[in-house]
């Protein structure tokens, strides 16, 4: 089973809660979810929407047309229409039935204006009820349901809280279309409410009534809810429930982080926030056996500053930022190139350039990130393409980080952020804190002979570091032979990571082995790729997904022996050049000129995936893609 | 002095000008160091770029030479993760007062137990003598083109509004005033400004002997130390009016021991972290897993 | 009001939430720019990053929403580079005190004919209510885990240690005075801030009407301007008294018509600057070279 | 006829002035120079050096090994003793003949390392006269002239200005030997001491007297001095004699500049200070016509903004800025792509990663300054190879900005930055500032239809900018489609910039067009392969030079078209990777294995591609080359 749906609404007016209830309870119905969340850079009022895809098979993209659309306004209603499959059903309030599309305050002008031709085109009225009529009538059952009573008058909810609990009844009715049980969504509302019983059972309240009153009109009206649902879906052992942020934060507390710096920023903070909200480790016993510390930097200068601080210090430390952070980090990340510090930078694509679109989807930035800041030092750039891999990847970044003494950044996207997905508990892996100095007599630091010095933490030995050019004991040298000793020792570490890393850190092929065709993707595009194996393979294709994660070091061999043997090869990502199809012309010298890109905004889906590949077979090239809203 | 000092040199030869006041600033903070009995392997000096920047090579503990203007950020993890060190900052006048101004301000917020040690040499000495943050406007020292058109920062007024509970002048060819003030700085547990005037013979010639004779004058029947809020509005008046004065205050100007530094603000929300800090809570446990439960540490993501 | 600030609208639509304090600033500006009767086209606003700078895209003058902390330096630059544009500047108390903080402080040093506003709202509004740097020590806004481990800015005070010369605060909701202080502080000919204590409903529940009730008052007998130096001292220090006060003053602190704007330092060193400011010397002549005699400019150079 | 010879002393102690005395006195003798200035990020103290290269070819480059070393202390002489070719001179100062050549406290720690062992290996003693007299013995001219009594008994000097005549004494001394007549000397002095007449008084003294003594001496030892600088080189023309950093002042002058913003940093903020210098802009009758204003900012972050705030309001606006510096800009550069804005950023590399090496040059900020910044926008990055060059591109940067509404990245590097060379006045280049806005009605500044919108200046019509994605108005949207054609809008420029730009800015071939073997090379080290040529070509091979020039957008096509008529190819840079390597495999999928580089901070000289080449010949692929102290 396949389930898609959108629930929308107002930013910051209960969209957001109404999609965590969504996918907690499928989630706790034993299913794999796969949560998208769209939504403006603003706090309140503009147009969002979780877009939920639920299945009994592991997931990690969207998919279009959906099923359903709930709709908490009439934006949404008027954004969202033609998404909906035919056959499939919408649900908003019936209060809503008289609002005009075309004179919502928060809409887009360019959208405002495509709307207005689209209603004009397709000869549908001005209201949201005229909407719905044109929709029965393209065979889409639309469900108009009186919330605001059955909230007011069945669960007996007084005006302030019947707004506030407008999302839950849309939550519910959407559900129990889907054939989610009542005691699902109960328990996960519970859960939600966790830390709010009173909240906890209006909301259970909302749900049944709204359950009831659902049912009873569905019958009335006699449409056949389709309850695709079943409710004995075996969970294998148990799932957790992640956004991406969640996920770093997970892998970097299980990896030994000790100091996280930070300076807010979207996609990224968030991370922090999860951090800071399990800073206590605890072992079996529920000891805490240790609690890293979480520090507002006054900008994302002082964030790299102070975590390279930490990490000269010996703790593992690590910062997170998207895009314009990144782009002022750029100095201190040369300073621990050229220092040798192992620190983490987790690097969330956004939509660029400049402040560009902030809350949305890119994969724009993995040129910048290899070649970032000026003059030439190794670093580790690893690209996660699914949340469990993000989460796994992040001790192995602290891991590398401390191996091959430099900075590494973990190159994430919105996509992986904010996305939310069942993924299976990980396995705690080992901690590895590369070579340490046991020795007694005169420290240096970059002690020549091996790429990697013995480290000592400030405060075990007398020690110096420079930005400058500097000898063994950290001294500034402009010594020619100095510095042509130390470069070489820097940049040499990029051979020993490469001979040293797993393949499966630098590419992964997803499907078959004996591919004929093959699509090049990396971040969250990787899951709608993946996603869309099954069916092109179903129409008799033999295509296979390499995903490519190491970025630097690039794995230019393996790379090249996967795609020697592919016959045609395609790129795929969310941006505007193909920069990974460029990095691999660059370290490959092959042609790829099959390219699928999208630079909307928002992410590559799986029918987008299908769809492309057709093309491409047809004979196109450059594919630029324009789906979602 | 110079005997009891000597083994504060790393043998690296300090390539400042002849007569540079660093030199003062080198041979006090070695002295210091010395009275203080500092544990070496303990003690970080955190400097920027600049002359002044060069400092933590020619002396005998550790040494993180950082970016332009960013030294307190550094220093300022450095602390947080092993508070158990002591640090201090150098950084010339263009650096923690020009384009490292919004990391000094911040400090002040914190009050982390770290001492700002600021070369104030009115120049950009490295640059070859542009105009610093603290040269006087329509001064036109010999490096300079044309007069500068910018008005100075006082440090001490600005550290004062940013909250430092440590404030301090000192001028870089008394070696015994500014060692002491050093030696108290570093002492202090908070953020702290030490000004060190200090003279740059190769590009500033308005800041002489001379001008130090005529422009500065040291704190008599002072009391730096704050005990109450009163008293705290009382201090902050009579500083605003020594700093308006005609010449300079040189001396502590305020130590205020009231408000929490930032290792306990800290604690006051990681309750582990009075006990445990990050430096002490090690994760060497080579080819080892950390024995870190998951449910009961992330139950919240269970489903 | 509303009536005649109307054409002041873009017809964008002010994404602010329900109640911000945005929306007192919004009307307030409007009602300036109306009764100064500005013209359209000289007058710019620039802004930095946050829900405070989004300002520009509703007010129908020109706007340049730049970057996160840097509205100051490019409108330091339309400014200089066009001194016949009136320039002021939004941003939040993170953007202007955190991150900007030190073009902020560079700015009291030129002391350009710029007015910049801060929309002070406790918390990092855009990002979801993380304290910004005016958020008091140990409070805790509904947004935060934790309460805040920093100490508070103070913009006034920060602004006077910098040299600003005009300091001034009022409050989102008091649309009367807020403008009364917008309009004096544009008209002001140098560099000013205007503190705006602006309730963000959505994240901090600490600034309330009721504490705006009980935590503010407004100066009255107070007069801010400065004739000599004697009076700035005084000045200063009384400021620095209204400041410690448990009632944070709202009304006009500062006035100072002595120092030079920078655009008057400018013509101090550069002459031609005074009649033909970069904007005036046109270089329009399109597919031709400008007349430039070689030898009668770069002499020097020749062999 | 081809001289190079070496003056070095303590830095601050003459030795800058030494040098300029030098290449003043032999341009004026109609000769071409060229003068590679070394130092310390020291202000006094540390070793520092000219080398100067005089003859009556244009030359692009420095050559090992010198004819002549002039030395004014100590470290001088143990520092470049091993550079002079047998037969050539060394003077120096009689008083350092008893100096100790391994105590000299301001060496390297390495250096004097591998001194002593070089001593030792040749069995030379410790003093400087010790290694005269071995240094004579291998066939070496040496003269310890008794400057000190000569500048005080015949020029009449007391002791402090004797110390400070040293280097005119020196460097007269040098230059005589070489053949420049007295009266060139003088009139040098005259032109350097300008503004100080006492000073050109004593100086020209100290010269003549110098002159006399060092003739006597010269005959007394029977030492046949070269003389090979002939009195009669015609000069075709007026020449310029400049650093580099002094062209481009000139070309921003001459192309328009009306504000430049900087922060200071070497070897970028010398250019500042030309302009300040030179901003009354002059017209034929003396009347000033221009004033481009210099501010210094308070970083490199206000810098860049203020250029670009300068430029909004319509002025040509400009900032110049090294490595660390750049580093600082790149958010704000983003910006200015996102918002079309038309700025210039004057980008000198020096050695890095991080502080690096500060004084030192470097080509390895190639790949970082086409990738800098989040996301992705338009930009041009241009590199000038000479002196030339560098003031004539300064013009078209300022053209191409405001012609393609962009920012635009001038590259160049700390060679091109400190050396001095004569060049030819500029042409007086055309000034363009692209489309105007002339309308009346709403100006709309992002106007699509065509990948530059009209422009107008803030101050002329009302209108709107920001970094986030925006409307044809400038007002913020985070609709798909507008993303989409807007994104499109500014990423098109980059076809209509290599379209419309000529050959010439794109790759320049230096030599015969019927080439077996191609050295490519971009920046200053383009002068050391022009140099090279002749001599590679009187072996008997049929070598050129292909030097790029627009790095971005990428001219692969005409890159490619080079590449194909050559056998051999090999790329010559001063980096570790072979960036413009990397560059063109990438862009014109050609495999370029034959690199020879370097990244010691010192620039590539002429022998140093003379005798690569032969090594590449015989089948060497990577070649890192360690010339110069
Ligand atoms: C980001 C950056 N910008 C510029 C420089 C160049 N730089 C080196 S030292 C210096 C200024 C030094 O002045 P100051 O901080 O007053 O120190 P001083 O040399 O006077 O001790 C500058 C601007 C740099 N290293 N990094
Ligand atoms: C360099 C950079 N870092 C971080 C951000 C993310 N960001 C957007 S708004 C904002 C803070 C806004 O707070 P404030 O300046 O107080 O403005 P408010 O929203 O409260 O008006 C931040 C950190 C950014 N846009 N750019
Ligand atoms: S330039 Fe000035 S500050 Fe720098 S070393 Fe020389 S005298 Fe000291
Ligand atoms: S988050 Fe706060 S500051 Fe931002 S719009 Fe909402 S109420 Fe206003
Ligand atoms: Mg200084
Ligand atoms: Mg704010």
Request: charged content about 25%; aromatic content about 8%.
């Amino acid at each position: 089973m396949d389930l898609n749906f959108i629930v929308g609404g107002p930013q910051g007016g209960g969209v957001e809660t109404a999609g965590l209830l969504a996918v907690r309870a499928l989630s706790m119905q034993g299913l794999e979810v796969f949560a998208d969340r769209e939504y403006h850079s603003n706090i309140k009022g503009k147009h969002s929407y979780s877009h939920i895809r639920a299945s009994d098979r592991p997931v990690g993209s969207i998919k279009y047309p959906v099923d359903f659309l709930g709709a908490l306004d009439a934006e949404t209603m008027a954004t969202h229409f033609h998404e909906v499959r035919k056959g499939g059903i919408v649900v908003h309030d019936a209060a809503i039935k008289k609002r005009v599309l075309t004179k919502i305050p928060s809409m887009d002008v360019r959208r405002a204006e495509r709307l207005r031709e689209s209603l004009k085109a397709n000869g549908i009225g001005n209201s949201v009820g005229e909407l719905d009529d044109w929709l029965e009538r393209q065979g889409i059952t639309v469900m108009a349901v009186p919330f605001g009573e059955i909230i007011s008058e069945r669960a007996g909810l007084s005006p302030p809280m019947i707004e506030r609990a407008m999302n839950t009844a849309l939550t519910s009715a959407l559900l129990l279309s889907a054939g989610v049980p009542i005691n699902t969504l109960v328990a996960a509302i519970n859960v939600l409410f966790r830390d709010k019983r009173e909240a906890a059972q209006l909301n259970a309240a909302v749900a049944k009534s709204v359950g009831e009153e659902f049912e009873r009109i569905a019958v009335a009206r006699e449409i056949r809810l389709p309850r695709i649902i079943n409710t004995n879906y075996k969970k294998e052992g148990r799932k957790m429930l992640v956004a991406g942020n969640d996920a770093v934060a997970i892998g970097k507390l299980l990896g030994g982080l000790r100091l996280q710096t930070y300076y807010p920023i979207t996609p990224a903070a968030d991370e922090s926030f999860t951090i800071e909200q399990h800073s206590e480790l605890r072992n079996g016993l529920g000891e805490t056996i240790g609690s890293p510390l979480v520090i507002q930097a006054e900008d994302e200068i002082a964030a790299i500053c102070m975590a390279i601080g930490g990490a000269l210090a010996g703790v593992r430390a690590a910062t997170c930022t998207s895009g314009p952070g990144f782009s002022l980090m750029v100095e201190g990340i040369g300073w621990a190139g050229n220092n040798e510090v192992p620190v983490v930078v987790t690097y969330y694509q956004r939509g660029g350039p400049s402040t560009g679109l902030p809350t949305r989807h890119s994969q724009s930035d993995l040129l910048f990130s290899i070649s970032s800041g000026h003059g030439e030092f190794a670093r580790i750039v690893l690209a996660s393409g699914s949340h469990f891999e993000a989460l796994n990847d992040a001790i192995k970044c602290m891991n590398f980080a401390e191996r091959y003494q430099l900075p590494v950044i973990h190159l994430l996207d919105k996509g992986i952020a904010n996305c939310m997905t069942t993924i299976a508990p990980p396995f705690l892996n080992e901690i590895d804190r590369g070579d340490r100095f046991r020795g007694d007599g005169i420290y240096k630091r970059f002690l020549r002979g091996e790429a990697v010095s013995p480290r000592a933490y400030l405060g075990e030995e007398v020690m110096w570091y420079t930005g400058d050019e500097h000898d063994e004991i950290g001294h500034i040298s402009e010594d020619p032979f100095v510095r042509r000793e130390m470069y070489e020792k820097r940049m040499e570490k990029r051979e020993k990571i490469l001979s040293e890393t797993k393949e499966e850190d630098k590419a992964v092929l997803i499907g078959e082995p004996d591919y004929k065709d093959l699509i090049i993707t990396w971040g969250i595009t990787t899951g709608a790729a993946a996603d869309a194996l099954t069916e092109l393979n179903s129409f008799g294709h033999r295509v296979s997904v390499l995903q490519v994660r190491m970025m630097e070091p690039f794995p230019n061999e393996l790379v090249e022996s996967y795609l020697s043997e592919a016959e045609e090869v395609i790129c795929a990502e969310a941006n505007y050049l193909g920069q990974l199809a460029e990095l691999i012309e660059w370290n490959c010298g092959i042609r790829l000129e099959k390219r699928v890109l999208k630079y909307t905004g928002r992410m590559i889906t799986q029918d987008e995936i299908v769809s492309s590949f057709n093309r491409v077979k047809n004979g196109e090239r450059r594919i630029t893609l324009g789906g979602g809203e | 002095m110079s005997e009891t000092s000597t083994d504060w040199n790393t043998g690296v030869w300090p390539d400042w000008c002849p007569g540079c006041g660093n030199f003062g600033i080198f041979t006090a903070l070695k002295g210091a160091l010395s009275e203080l009995g500092i544990d070496r392997k303990k003690f970080v000096i955190v400097s920027g770029i600049g002359c002044s920047g060069k400092i933590p090579h020619f002396v005998n503990v550790s040494g993180v030479h950082t970016l332009h203007g960013r030294a307190i950020p550094f220093a300022t993890g450095i602390k947080t993760a092993n508070p158990e060190l002591k640090v201090i900052v150098h950084g010339g006048d263009g650096d923690l007062l020009g384009i490292g101004m919004g990391h000094l301000v911040a400090m002040g917020r914190r009050n982390p137990d770290i001492l700002v040690v600021v070369h104030n040499n009115g120049v950009y000495g490295l640059t070859k003598g542009q105009a610093s943050p603290t040269l006087q406007l329509g001064n036109k020292t010999k490096s300079l083109a044309f007069p500068n058109i910018n008005s100075a920062i006082n440090p001490i007024l600005i550290g004062m509004a940013s909250g430092y509970t440590f404030l301090a002048r000192s001028y870089a060819y008394n070696i015994e005033h500014l060692k002491g003030c050093l030696k108290q700085g570093i002492s202090h547990n908070g953020a702290g400004i030490l000004e060190v005037i200090q003279p740059c013979p190769t590009w500033n010639n308005i800041v002489t002997m001379d001008w130090i004779e005529k422009n500065t004058y040291y704190l008599e029947n002072w009391d730096p130390n704050v005990k109450d809020d009163e008293e705290a509005l009382e201090k902050a008046n009579a500083i605003v009016a020594l700093e308006h004065g005609k010449k300079k205050p040189l001396g502590i100007l305020l130590e205020d021991g009231r408000k929490e530094p930032f290792g306990k603000r800290i604690a006051s929300v990681y309750k582990y972290y009075a006990t445990n800090t990050p430096a002490m809570q090690r994760v060497d446990d080579r080819g080892a897993a950390l024995p870190v439960d998951l449910e009961k540490t992330f139950e919240r993501f269970f489903v």
